[in-house]
Nanobody
């Protein structure tokens, strides 16, 4: 029922840009904060960016601040990650994530997309 589908990954040279998209269905998207995570080979999955349900508030990992921008469209039920000034260390599989826990709950209820590969290389 809940579905998240990422797109937009690919191969880009250092300094280049990519825009990732995630389409959502099966839940109240406009009531749900959305996240982007990434996982590089041999490393743990890390949180990259967060956006509040209304799209007013955002937060970023220190490693991507000033380079990445998360945004959302609650009519189209999509969330985006604009990635600029890409570095080789940004190479990873990028995942769209929704934590569907009820407000006030202390237990996460995570849903994930299938992931999209981003490779930054010369």
């Amino acid at each position: 029922q809940v579905q998240l589908v990422e797109s937009g990954g690919g191969l880009v040279q250092p300094g280049g840009s990519l825009r990732l998209s995630c389409t959502a269905s099966g839940f109240s998207f406009s009531s749900t904060p959305m996240n982007w995570y990434r996982q590089a080979p041999g490393k743990e999955r890390e949180l990259v960016a967060v956006i509040t349900s209304a799209g007013v508030g955002t937060n970023y990992a220190d490693s991507v601040k000033g380079r990445f921008t998360i945004s959302r469209d609650n009519v189209k039920k999509t969330v985006h990650l604009q990635m600029n000034s890409l570095k080789p260390e940004d190479t990873a599989v990028y995942y769209c994530n929704a934590d569907l826990r009820p407000y006030g709950s202390k237990t996460r209820l995570d849903y994930w997309g299938q992931g999209t590969q981003v490779t930054v290389s010369s």
